[in-house]
């Protein structure tokens, strides 16, 4: 079974299916002379959209209120994670926060490096990014 997304689609949904199969084949070649024997779509409209740029206007996972914190893909963690890997780290952090309140140890959180190691390389991302 092959299970394959688009995102953010325009247009006719027909031609996106054909897209996504056309797509799979140009990948994936040794799918090109597989036969599909059943088939089923699923056209939803409720997948949240951010449109680039709009990352600093995301609700961070503390608030005002110390009592009130935010979780999901929606919030801005400074971290570099997205969708799943986003909702559940910011879940992380918003109990650690509400722990942390309360005197109790949370849950450490690891992460890949937030920032290239070798310095010649950062000043030159931090110049031409
Ligand atoms: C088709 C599809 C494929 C995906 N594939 C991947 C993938 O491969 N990998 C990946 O990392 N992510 C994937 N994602 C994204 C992933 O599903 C989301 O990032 C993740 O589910 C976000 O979790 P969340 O807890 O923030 O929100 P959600 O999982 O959306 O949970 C929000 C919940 O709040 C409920 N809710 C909404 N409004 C109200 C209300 N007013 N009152 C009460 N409840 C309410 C909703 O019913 C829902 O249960 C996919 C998403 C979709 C749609």
């Not at 994936?28 to 709009?54: K, M, Q, S």
């Not at 996972?61 to 801005?76: E, F, I």
């Amino acid at each position: 079974m092959v299970e394959l997304h688009a995102y953010a689609l325009t247009g006719d949904p027909e031609h996106a299916k054909r897209q996504l199969v056309d797509e799979l084949r140009r990948v994936y070649p040794e799918t090109a002379t597989a036969a599909i024997i059943d088939e089923r779509h699923e056209v939803w409209a409720d997948c949240p959209l951010f449109a680039p740029g709009t990352f600093g206007d995301r609700p961070t996972v503390t608030t005002p209120d110390p009592n009130v914190v935010l979780a999901g893909d929606l919030t801005r963690v400074d971290l570099p994670v997205a969708l799943m890997e986003r909702a559940a780290t910011s879940g992380f952090l918003a109990a650690d926060a509400l722990l942390g309140q309360w005197r109790l140890r949370g849950h450490p959180l690891w992460t890949v490096p937030t920032r290239g190691r070798l310095a010649p390389l950062r000043a030159a991302a931090a110049r031409f990014g």
